[in-house]
């Protein structure tokens, strides 16, 4: 999770929607709440421990096996403030060229998370024809 905290400030600042994208994903895979506690306060340090653990010379064979997911979930981490920003993406590939990953995989990836948002944008025009809030605010009347 530290990995994604470093790729979302990767354009110089992690966001508060960011932050809250990255713990919320900690949360949903069963992080310890010490690994929560830290990411609420962590500062940004740097690529380099990221490059350390994910590696292939690294010998951390859990960082090896999740190149790609770090790769997928800077993308995501990075977005979620609404924009991903020019810096990001570049940082995005040049973290996954100093881990050796393929250029085409990284577009790949790149291609599959703005298909995604563009899919998640138009689930919620489906689902919420008038809007999010005029939908929370229908939903409120009834309680």
């Known amino acids: 999770m530290i990995a994604l905290m470093e790729v979302a400030a990767a354009d110089g ?3 508060e929607a960011e932050r809250q994208w990255i713990i919320g994903l900690a949360c949903a895979i069963g992080s310890p709440q010490s690994v929560i506690d830290e990411l ?3 500062q940004h340090k740097g690529m380099d421990s990221v490059l350390k653990t994910f ?3 690294s010998g951390h064979s859990n960082g090896i096996h999740r190149q790609l997911s770090l790769i997928y ?5 990075a977005g979620a403030d609404g924009e991903l920003h020019p810096k990001e993406v570049a940082a995005i590939h040049e973290l996954a060229k100093a881990l050796g990953i393929d250029e085409a995989q990284v577009k790949q990836l790149y291609e599959l998370y703005i298909e995604n948002q563009q899919n998640r944008l138009k689930r919620l025009k489906i689902i919420f024809p008038n809007g999010g809030n005029n939908a929370i605010a229908e939903v409120e009347k009834l309680y």
Request: charged share 20%.
């Open 13 to 15: 600042v992690l966001s």
């Open 40 to 42: 609420q306060t962590y």
């Open 55 to 57: 590696h292939a010379e």
């Open 73 to 77: 979930d800077g993308f995501r981490a």
